[in-house]
């Protein structure tokens, strides 16, 4: 398995890292931010705009995707890659994640310990989960193997196993019980995957275990044990930013280090930080095109007020009259023609141009940080450098 | 007057023709279409997507900046060129247009005769028109002098004189004497750019004087009395395409044929034939734009099924397996990266990148046909190449 893949760390320092995932569409340079397109399009984004942008990999919702237009639909057009034009490294996760957070609020929630109201899923076995469609509210069942299946037709380079996403208010008892049944999925995940293994994918295994220490090392030390090509930390990851850092450092313990490591779900400025200093290297967000979609914009510290936290709100009239562009030392195209008065005025007159405009630059803005980072660990700088980003 | 500006006759055939139009921000090869960025935006295209895409030319409409952001808001950034970020030709039109048709139904009910419900004007009287702002309800009023100055504001290249948009349903007498106002409206209009002028702009006058030959022979003469330096042919066009094309020629009859002229609002592909045939150096309609938001895209004749309308409805189920681009041989992005059925798809799951795609290969397909049109002229092949388009 995984002779088209390969990792391979190219710097190590007091634990962080910079290292190359090769993948049959092409290689990524770790540390490296996969940008989201859920329902196979970055949302406003064309594919050339985030090759442009200097875009290494994107990933896909196999939920989304399996519900509407069908895993097989893709298939019979080709292929995820054909599908939406995206010639690049893409990862799918399983499907899983979705099931067990969609429905209790944002999808972050979750992960991030936030109370929620009512689930989409139905019910849960042995077998795998039964939830309702966000599509045609049709029931649906999705299980290890046809997550599987499914990721097999949408022919991401990298797929996930199924597991279930424990929600942060479980006891430590059913945390444990449901981390157990995601291990037997995760070992069912891989002996479907490796039944129909043609080359050309490669599977991450999930660790769980809620905030548990005992629980985190059991799973990291289960997915270490099993030949999966990388690793994905899931799950809750605690209730605040301490508590996600400790419970990231938990699962680090028990890992195998030599395959890449990739931190669900967590796209802040100063998180990647942190996890990029416990050895993390990749991450996935929704966050960086979510905000722009309501006028959040990604700036450096500079070029904020200390009261913003990571981006600038330009919908507020602060900006009507500010005719400096986002960043003034950023080289997207957004920046280079157009003025924050301009993406201002855009958003307050409801024009689309303003979402695309302001995602191209939060992509650019992601990626420029992922580059300087990488060229910062070299140099010995990564902390002097996060007091520009953060 | 005009220094910056030069309209040149390059080719004359059968009283069709091919010229070129020098403004301060570059040329325009006639004919040509005139992109509508209503809003100070081309909806969902950014600038660099508008000159990847071959345009030459956009417009923007002083009704809509005039009550939001305010022309002398854009005017304190910089002017409309550097505010939106596009450097090439513009046009700005009076306003009167929207004055006059906005709460009517769509703009275009005006110019083709279809009847309307409830108005946004609130009184018209000989020194301009009071009018109820689509922005906040508040009462503005626009005047000659006004429309001039707020276009002076705006700073683009072309600006058009003011008048009234006669309703198609008006009687003779009406519109007699509204075009007669529109008279006294423009010169004021050519007296107010007079005054201020800076070698910046030129200005078009509007021929007026509904579907009556008289009236509009009256109307051509009139306009090509005054020193303006282009023509722009407005108000109803009749009820249907040929009665269209009949008062475009009422019109062109007592022209000055040196200069300019442009047919206001016009765009589908047969119309543009017929206007090139009569001698029309310039169109504008937000027809390739809004249909795209509809998921309606631009094809030549041989991409679509007799029964298709100048477009295909991406939205019909015939599309999802539909794997070829939009036109095989269009040099679009969109056309070279994205299936029928992957557009489709997005159309259905509501994402955002439908729009663009759709309306950037509108946008080629808008410039390719010009194109077409302007390299047929001198080969004697205009009648042919109108069965590949229309």
């Given at each position: 398995?995984?002779?088209?893949f390969?990792?391979?760390?190219?710097f190590l320092?007091?634990?962080?890292?910079?290292?190359?995932?090769?993948?049959?569409h092409?290689?990524?340079?770790?540390?490296?931010?996969?940008?989201c397109?859920?329902?196979?399009?970055?949302k406003?984004?064309?594919?050339?705009?985030?090759?442009?942008?200097?875009?290494?990999?994107?990933?896909?919702?196999?939920?989304h995707?399996?519900?509407?237009?069908?895993?097989?639909?893709?298939k019979n057009?080709?292929?995820?890659?054909?599908?939406?034009?995206?010639?690049?490294?893409?990862l799918t996760?399983?499907g899983?994640?979705q099931?067990?957070?969609l429905?209790?609020g944002?999808?972050?929630?979750?992960?991030k310990g936030?109370r929620?109201?009512?689930?989409?899923?139905l019910?849960?076995d042995?077998?795998g989960?039964?939830?309702?469609s966000?599509?045609d509210?049709?029931?649906?069942?999705?299980?290890?193997e046809?997550?599987?299946?499914a990721?097999?037709?949408?022919g991401?380079?990298?797929?996930?196993?199924?597991?279930?996403?424990t929600?942060?208010h479980?006891?430590?008892?059913?945390t444990?019980?449901?981390?157990?049944?995601?291990?037997r999925?995760e070992?069912?995940?891989?002996?479907?995957?490796?039944?129909?293994?043609d080359?050309?994918?490669?599977i991450?295994g999930?660790?769980?275990?809620?905030?548990?220490?005992?629980?985190?090392?059991?799973?990291a030390?289960?997915?270490?044990e099993?030949?999966f090509?990388?690793?994905?930390?899931?799950?809750?990851?605690?209730?605040?930013?301490?508590?996600?850092m400790?419970?990231v450092?938990?699962a680090?313990?028990?890992?195998?280090?030599?395959?890449?490591?990739?931190?669900?779900?967590?796209?802040?400025?100063?998180?990647?930080?942190?996890?990029?200093?416990?050895g993390i290297d990749?991450?996935d967000?929704v966050?960086?095109?979510?905000?722009?979609?309501?006028?959040?914009?990604?700036?450096?510290?500079?070029?904020?007020?200390?009261?913003?936290r990571?981006?600038?709100?330009?919908?507020?009239?602060?900006?009507?009259?500010?005719?400096s562009?986002l960043e003034?030392?950023?080289d997207?195209p957004s920046?280079?023609?157009?003025?924050?008065?301009?993406?201002?005025y855009?958003?307050?007159?409801?024009?689309?141009l303003?979402?695309?405009?302001?995602a191209?630059?939060?992509?650019?803005?992601?990626?420029?940080?992922?580059?300087h980072?990488r060229?910062?660990?070299?140099?010995?700088?990564l902390?002097?450098?996060?007091?520009i980003?953060?």
């Amino acid at each position: 398995m995984y002779d088209n893949f390969k990792f391979s760390i190219t710097f190590l320092r007091n634990g962080y890292r910079r290292g190359i995932i090769a993948t049959p569409h092409g290689i990524i340079e770790t540390p490296a931010f996969i940008f989201c397109g859920t329902k196979a399009s970055v949302k406003g984004i064309s594919p050339w705009q985030l090759a442009e942008t200097g875009t290494s990999i994107i990933l896909s919702n196999t939920y989304h995707l399996f519900a509407h237009p069908g895993s097989e639909h893709i298939k019979n057009r080709g292929g995820l890659h054909k599908f939406m034009g995206w010639n690049g490294p893409m990862l799918t996760d399983s499907g899983g994640f979705q099931i067990f957070s969609l429905g209790h609020g944002s999808v972050a929630d979750e992960i991030k310990g936030r109370r929620c109201g009512s689930s989409t899923l139905l019910s849960i076995d042995e077998d795998g989960a039964v939830f309702k469609s966000y599509w045609d509210g049709g029931k649906q069942l999705l299980t290890p193997e046809k997550s599987m299946q499914a990721q097999r037709d949408l022919g991401a380079d990298l797929v996930v196993a199924f597991d279930e996403c424990t929600p942060f208010h479980s006891d430590k008892k059913y945390t444990e019980q449901s981390m157990e049944r995601s291990h037997r999925w995760e070992k069912r995940s891989l002996e479907e995957f490796a039944r129909c293994d043609d080359g050309t994918q490669a599977i991450y295994g999930i660790v769980q275990g809620g905030v548990h220490a005992d629980l985190r090392k059991r799973s990291a030390e289960f997915v270490s044990e099993h030949p999966f090509f990388a690793t994905a930390i899931g799950g809750t990851l605690g209730s605040n930013k301490t508590q996600m850092m400790e419970v990231v450092e938990m699962a680090m313990n028990g890992l195998d280090k030599s395959r890449p490591i990739h931190l669900l779900g967590i796209g802040g400025i100063c998180d990647i930080f942190q996890g990029i200093a416990l050895g993390i290297d990749t991450f996935d967000c929704v966050h960086p095109t979510r905000i722009a979609r309501h006028g959040g914009a990604l700036v450096k510290a500079k070029y904020r007020d200390s009261s913003q936290r990571e981006h600038i709100n330009l919908k507020r009239s602060q900006y009507k009259n500010d005719d400096s562009p986002l960043e003034p030392d950023c080289d997207c195209p957004s920046c280079k023609i157009f003025s924050r008065a301009y993406l201002h005025y855009l958003l307050k007159a409801n024009e689309l141009l303003a979402l695309q405009a302001i995602a191209v630059h939060n992509i650019r803005f992601m990626n420029r940080l992922m580059e300087h980072i990488r060229s910062s660990m070299e140099n010995g700088t990564l902390n002097e450098i996060k007091e520009i980003w953060c």
